[in-house]
């Protein structure tokens, strides 16, 4: 499989960076995993949304999925797209989206007319092409779930999502080839008692525990990014904050590949 992050940011906008968006792809099969605020665009100075199979959110925050609103005008305006976007949404996502088409000021049914939109359950193994995708619950403010991804040769990513300390998450992550975790904290100080978020320290610890050969933090305050590094480089490269446009390479049984974004383009 390859990934190439779309976006690196937390829900606050910043220059350097989109919200929540990795986008996964097989010879083919190509998926993206959130749609937060700027990613629509960046899926456009990537493959398009054309090329797109399906599209899986984690969680019903605005830097995972409100990106979904511009994407939807990518398709015809009018009348039913020729092939429809598998959109995979939490449970009660539909009916959210039902709500954003009244928001936007759109008629119902907008994006049903270009969306073929299901609802997943927790444990529950769906696939789009050649890529399986199984959703596990996690600890966040509100429902969230982390995306077991399987690519056609049995290679694994853990797209682990919004989440607070999880041993859950570090099990998972056990004889997978990447894990994708987040780092929004500086501290942990201020967070609920409930934790809904982790430290760069606290992601490094799981991406450790988990044993994994590859792991990349994401959903980070840009500004943290040179702190982030510092705490990633005892690991030896084996856990690194990711960039914008960021390309992993994916297979079974190596450390994948990471190569950084080229800064000229
Ligand atoms: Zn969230
Ligand atoms: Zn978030």
Redesign the pocket.
Known sequence: MHLTVLGTGT?RPVAETAASGILVQTATTAVLFDIGSGIASRLEASIGAAALHGLVVG?M?A??WIDIAPLRYKFPWGETAPRPLEVHLPPGGKDRLDHLAIVMSERPGFFEASFNIHEYASGAEFMIGDISIRPHPIG???P?WSMEITGPGGERVIYA??MGPADSVVELARASELLILEATLDTNAFDDVKR?HLTAEEAVDHAVRAGVPRAVLVHYPIERLEAIRQICAPTGGVVLPALPRMEIEVSVGAAPLVTLPDRRA
């Open positions: 829900a969680h925050h830097d995972h966040h403010y509100v969230a999502g919004d809904g």
